[in-house]
């Protein structure tokens, strides 16, 4: 397990496939991200069960609160580029009662150590809905710099928004 101040990441259980179905069903939690494709439970604990093992190509943790084990998001490490020591990183909580308490930025900073330190990369990408403030907020706080923009690439209520590629280099952590 991998710990942080207020989070713990450690690999997913099958059980909690419900919970990513319940995350995934809620229009709130989904808003700004890219698939907001519905499935069946019965699909999300077999894509669960049958998800690749953690490698250096792709990471997926879940995000646990230290304090009492709650099961509140996932973060991971995806498309790794060992040749240039690279990836991109993805992160999500599903629990709407811990938005905006320090988590999300706990598990960021937690991840990117560990990708740093322990994955020996030297740069960590994102890209995030211009819309999305809160979390381009938790990004620049944790040391992510805007590096361009990709003009009307998210479409969401028949409305085109920008989509901000972000960056985070070794050493640059906050």
Not at 16 to 30: F, G, Q
Not at 31 to 39: E, L, T
Not at 146 to 153: F, I, V
Request: glycine letters at 8%; a negative charge.
């Amino acid at each position: 397990m991998i710990t942080g101040e207020l989070i713990r990441l450690r690999a997913f259980e099958p059980e909690e496939a419900d919970a990513l179905w319940r995350w995934n069903h809620d229009p709130a939690v989904m808003r700004w991200m890219d698939q907001y494709y519905v499935n069946s439970l019965d699909r999300a604990r077999r894509g669960l069960a049958d998800a690749q093992a953690n490698s250096f190509a792709h990471v997926l943790y879940a995000v646990e609160v230290l304090a009492d084990g709650k099961l509140i998001g996932l973060v991971q490490l995806r498309d790794t580029d060992a040749a240039v020591g690279s990836a991109e990183l993805d992160i999500y909580l599903g629990e709407k009662d811990y938005w905006g308490r320090g988590y999300a930025t706990d598990a960021m900073r937690t991840i990117c150590r560990y990708g740093f330190d322990t994955m020996r990369l030297h740069r960590i990408g994102l890209t995030v809905v211009e819309a999305n403030e809160a979390a381009r907020r938790v990004y620049a706080k944790v040391g992510f710099v805007e590096e361009g923009r990709l003009r009307d690439a998210f479409r969401r209520d028949g409305r085109w928004y920008d989509k901000i590629a972000m960056g985070l280099l070794e050493g640059e952590l906050s």
